[in-house]
T-cell receptor, first 115, second 111 residues
Framework: AQSVTQPDIHITVSEGASLELRCNYS??????LFWYVQSPGQGLQLLLK??????LVQGIKGFEAEFKRSQSSFNLRKPSVHWSDAAEYFC?????????????FGTGTRLTIIP | NAGVTQTPKFQVLKTGQSMTLQCAQD?????MYWYRQDPGMGLRLIYY???????DKGEVPNGYNVSRLNKREFSLRLESAAPSQTSVYFC??????????FGSGTRLTVV
């Protein structure tokens, strides 16, 4: 069964510093991969997704992620964080099927930004 | 606006009461899902429906039932609410696993 691991429960970075959030997945073939962001009390917003092709994916708000098959990873990066990036971030994976796709989430990483 | 609509947004129940969470999408998606979100646990799949007329259990189905009323609507029922079901519930729909649209969530408290 597919699974997602986000090893960092909470990360604190200074405003303007770079960010990398880790995500590892378990799945036999090439999955569909997603990163979502959730601000407190809000719903989920899609940052970016990977289906195939170029392994470096650009998303909204200046985020990018790189799919590395050899490491089963899909880490999220941003060169310079803003205070508004403080939120919880979820990595998710979908096993490819035929009308039976299920999105499985990691447990999330809470990002705190300090001045 | 196109999307996934969940009702209600907030609900407080007493232990043992029943209720149904409603979800509707207007994007003609085949697949629909119910998740619950708890602190430190991410979103966990309760039930899903790959197409009209079919439903399957997800990771945490105990204490819940679902109905795929038609292609648009997918409801989640708590027959006898328990404090452990206090959570935020999200409905979602998708097209062949490539694009997921989430509702804004239902915050449920069971006292």
């Amino acid at each position: 069964a597919q699974s997602v691991t986000q090893p960092d429960i909470h990360i604190t970075v200074s405003e303007g510093a770079s960010l990398e959030l880790r995500c590892n997945y378990s799945y036999g073939a090439t999955p569909y991969l997603f990163w979502y962001v959730q601000s407190p009390g809000q719903g989920l917003q899609l940052l970016l997704k990977y289906f195939s092709g170029d392994t470096l994916v650009q998303g909204i708000k200046g985020f990018e992620a790189e799919f590395k098959r050899s490491q089963s990873s899909f880490n999220l990066r941003k060169p310079s964080v803003h205070w508004s990036d403080a939120a919880e971030y979820f990595c998710a994976v979908v096993s490819r099927g035929f009308g039976n796709e299920k999105l499985t989430f990691g447990t999330g990483t809470r990002l705190t930004i300090i001045p | 606006n196109a999307g996934v609509t969940q009702t209600p947004k907030f609900q407080v129940l007493k232990t043992g009461q029943s209720m149904t969470l409603q979800c509707a999408q207007d994007m003609n998606h085949n697949s629909m899902y119910w998740y619950r979100q708890d602190p430190g646990m991410g979103l966990r799949l309760i039930y899903y429906s790959a197409s009209e007329g079919t439903t399957d259990k997800g990771e945490v189905p105990n204490g819940y039932n679902v109905s795929r009323l038609n292609k648009r609507e997918f409801s989640l029922r708590l027959e006898s609410a328990a404090p452990s079901q206090t959570s935020v519930y999200f409905c979602a729909s998708s097209v062949r696993g490539r694009g997921y649209t989430f509702g804004s969530g239902t915050r449920l408290t069971v006292v």
